[in-house]
C-alpha cells in the first residue's frame, strides 16, 4: 500500500500540468462544502445565543405568579420566600426574580415613558446580556444608595451620551421620583430605537407601587438548572412551592428556553441547498479527471505490460492508477479545507455572519473530515473506470504497443 501511494505520488508530479486545472474545480468545490459547514456552525452558535437572550439558557425553568381559585390576594414576601428555599434546597446558583413594569424617565428635554425590568444579577449569565458600555449588574451595586441601572443605547443617546466614568445619573418619576446611576449602555437594537432599562430588584423596590394598591406586579422567577435534571426540578419546585403558600393556590413551573420548544433549524434548507451546489462541481471535476486518467493509462500501456510480465498483480496495478486519482483530489480536497479555514475563520465574514457572537466557535473538525472526504471519494470514483481498463490491458499487446 506504501509502494501504491509513492507510485502515484511520483505520477501526479509527472502529470501535474495535466491535473491541475482539474483539481482546481475540486479545490474549489470541497472550500465550498466545507465552508458551507463552517459557516452553518457560526450561524448556528449565532441563532442560538439570540435564542437564549429571549429565554434563557437551557434548561430555563419558570416559576409563574400563583393563582388562586377563590381570588386570594398573593403575599409577595411569602413567594420571595419559598423562592429563596427552593433556591438553598436544590443548591442552585443562578436565578432570580424578574418584574417587568413602565416607568417615564426625565430627560433634559421631558419626561417619556420606557419599559422597566427588574431583574437581579443573575440574569445577565441567564439570557446572554450584551452590554455595549460600561457593565452588567454585580452584587456590590444592590448596595448602592441610588439604584443602578444598564440602560438601552436609545435612552443613553437621548441623554446625551455621557461618559459613564462620571456616574451619569437619571430620574425615574415612579412612586416618589428616585435617581438612577447609569452603570452599563446595551448595544444598539439594529430594528430602531429601543426605550429599555433593567433594575436591580431592590432598586425597584423604591420606585414599585406600594403591595395591595392592586398595581403592584407580582415577579416571576427563574431558575437556569442542568439540562438532565429539568423536568425532575419542574416537579420539585411546583411541589415545594406549593406546599409553602398552602392550599388552594396554583402553581405553575415551566420551562421557556428554546430547546424546550423543538425549534428546527431554519438555515438547513440553505446549507442543503450549498451541499448540493458544491456536489454539482465535485461531480463536474471528476468528470475532467476520469477523462485525464484515461489518457494517461492510454500512454502507459506499454509500462502497464512491462510491470504485469515482471509479476505485477491485477490488483497492484488497479490500486496504482487508482491511488493515482485519489492523492490528486486528496491534495485539492487539503487545499480546498485551508482555504475554508481562511474564510470562516476571518473576522470580517463571521462579524457579517454573526454580529455580536459572544462565544467564539472554532471551525469544525466535521467540516474538514467532510472535506476531505467528499475529495477521496472523488477521486475513487474518477479513478474506477480507468483503472478496470488498466486491469484488463493484456501483457502481450501491452508490450508490443
Known amino acids: 500500500m506504501i509502494g501504491a501511494f509513492i507510485e502515484a505520488w511520483a505520477e501526479f508530479r509527472v502529470h501535474k500540468a495535466r491535473v491541475l486545472l482539474s483539481l482546481l474545480g475540486v479545490a474549489i468545490a470541497v472550500a465550498a462544502l466545507a465552508s458551507v459547514v463552517g459557516v452553518g456552525a457560526v450561524a448556528t452558535q449565532a441563532q442560538t445565543e439570540q435564542l437564549e437572550r429571549g429565554g434563557g439558557r437551557p434548561a430555563t425553568l419558570v ?3 400563583p393563582w388562586s381559585a377563590d381570588g386570594a390576594q398573593l403575599d409577595p414576601a411569602k413567594l420571595a420566600g419559598a423562592f429563596a428555599q427552593v433556591v438553598e434546597r436544590y443548591s442552585i446558583t443562578y436565578a432570580g426574580g424578574v418584574t417587568w413594569a413602565d416607568t417615564r424617565l426625565q430627560y433634559p428635554d421631558g419626561a417619556e415613558s420606557v419599559t422597566l425590568t427588574a431583574v437581579d444579577p443573575a440574569y445577565g449569565v441567564m439570557h446572554r446580556i450584551q452590554v455595549e458600555h460600561g457593565g452588567w449588574f454585580t452584587e456590590r451595586d444592590a448596595q448602592r444608595i441610588a439604584p443602578a441601572l444598564v440602560v438601552s443605547d436609545a435612552i443613553w443617546q437621548r441623554l446625551g451620551a455621557p461618559d459613564l466614568r462620571t456616574h451619569p445619573t437619571v430620574t425615574m418619576l415612579g412612586r416618589q421620583p428616585t435617581t438612577g446611576v447609569i452603570v452599563g449602555v446595551l448595544p444598539p437594537d439594529p430594528y430602531g430605537p429601543n426605550f429599555q432599562a433593567y433594575i436591580l ?29 429539568a423536568d425532575a426540578l419542574t416537579e420539585r419546585i411546583r411541589a415545594d412551592v406549593a406546599s409553602a403558600l398552602g392550599d388552594g393556590w396554583m402553581v405553575d413551573v415551566t420551562r421557556q428556553d428554546y ?11 440553505i446549507r442543503l441547498i450549498l451541499l448540493i451546489i458544491a456536489g454539482v462541481i465535485l461531480l463536474l471535476g471528476a468528470l475532467s479527471l476520469v477523462n485525464i486518467a484515461f489518457v494517461t493509462v492510454k500512454q502507459r500501456v506499454r509500462e502497464i505490460g512491462i510491470r504485469r510480465a515482471f509479476g505485477a498483480t491485477a490488483g497492484r496495478v488497479f490500486l496504482a492508477v487508482m491511488l493515482e486519482s485519489v492523492v490528486a483530489t486528496l491534495l485539492a480536497g487539503v487545499v480546498g479545507v485551508a482555504l475554508a479555514v481562511i474564510l470562516v475563520q476571518n473576522e470580517w465574514i463571521r462579524s457579517y455572519i454573526a454580529p455580536g457572537l459572544e462565544d467564539a466557535v472554532p471551525f469544525p473538525a466535521e467540516a474538514a473530515f467532510i472535506g476531505l472526504g467528499a475529495a477521496v471519494g472523488v477521486g475513487a470514483l474518477a ?13 502481450i499487446d501491452a508490450i508490443r504497443y
Open 63 to 65: 416559576l409563574q405568579p
Open 201 to 229: 430588584n431592590a432598586g425597584y423596590a423604591a420606585i414599585a407601587p406600594p403591595p395591595g394598591s392592586g398595581m403592584a406586579a407580582t415577579p416571576m422567577y427563574e431558575f437556569w438548572v442542568p439540562l438532565d435534571l
Open 259 to 269: 430547546l424546550a420548544w423543538g425549534t428546527s433549524d431554519p438555515l438547513e434548507p
Open 383 to 395: 479513478g474506477l473506470l480507468p483503472a478496470l481498463v488498466a486491469v484488463r490491458v493484456k501483457v
